[in-house]
């Protein structure tokens, strides 16, 4: 079994920032890649950030609207990734879920519960 949760949502203004956490825990060997999706009202979820972690390299991948704004990093001795999101706009209000796909796991990873991310004024 493999939990992941995310934390760190809440309600900005625009321009502001936020910092997601995501933790994996359970029996997992490796971990090869963890990504953020978000889901706003009335749209599908997407993908906004990405790190593969395949081989010792990380590869990342950014949608184009948050490219320059979000940044996701990792911390692999505590399974653990985050999204730092800078200069927020009201565009990014969603929730936003962790995906962490991991060795024997689901071809699709495994997904956390979401966190709300409110850009307001």
């Known amino acids: 079994q493999v939990q992941v949760v995310e934390s760190g949502g809440g309600l900005v203004q625009p321009g502001e920032s936020l910092r997601l956490s995501c933790v994996a825990s359970g029996s997992i060997r490796s971990i090869l890649s963890m990504g953020w999706y978000r889901q706003a009202l009335g749209k599908q979820r997407e993908l906004v950030a990405a790190?593969?972690?395949?081989?010792?390299?990380?590869?990342?991948y950014y949608a184009d609207s948050v490219k320059g704004r979000f940044t996701i990093s990792r911390d692999n001795a505590a399974n653990t990734t985050y999204l730092q999101m800078n200069n927020l706009k009201p565009e990014d209000t969603a929730v936003y879920y962790c995906?962490?796909?991991?060795?024997?796991?689901?071809?699709?990873?495994?997904w956390g519960r979401g966190t709300q991310v409110t850009v307001s004024s």
């Open positions: 995906n962490v796909g991991y060795q024997g796991g689901p071809s699709l990873g495994s």
């Open positions: 790190v593969t972690t395949v081989t010792s390299v990380d590869n990342t």
